[in-house]
């Protein structure tokens, strides 16, 4: 079992920046699928930024050049720079790890962008 502690996640303004953060509970295989999705409300769950295969990196078009994922693996921990918000980027952010054929997800944590 592996449980995903986010943070990090709060209110913005529009043009503005959050770092979040992805703690897993225990070790985790560096080269597993682990990332980072979100869903709005009344939306489906969306990808945004995602580690496959330990080193390749996919990113939503909506994020692209904006967000940055990055991984400390002696800590177990992913991130997610989100930088340029906009109101569109509202949604509560979901972790996410993929051992086998099992998806661990995290809680969830609100970022609202509005002024």
């Known amino acids: 079992q592996v449980q995903l502690v986010e943070s990090g996640g709060g209110l913005v303004q529009p043009g503005g920046s959050l770092r979040l953060s992805c703690a897993a509970s225990?070790?985790?295989?560096?080269?597993?699928?682990m990332g980072w999705y979100r869903q709005a409300p009344g939306k489906q769950r969306e990808l945004v930024a995602i580690?496959?295969?330990?080193?390749?990196?996919n990113y939503a078009d909506s994020v692209k050049g904006r967000f940055t994922i990055s991984r400390d693996n002696a800590k177990n921990t992913v991130y997610l720079q989100m930088s340029s918000l906009k109101p569109e980027d509202t949604a509560v952010y979901y972790c996410?790890?993929?051992?086998?054929?099992?998806?661990?997800w995290g809680q969830g944590t609100q970022v609202t962008v509005s002024s």
């Open positions: 580690f496959t295969r330990g080193i390749y990196t």
């Open positions: 225990r070790s985790v295989f560096s080269s597993n699928t």
């Open positions: 996410k790890y993929v051992a086998g054929n099992t998806d661990y």
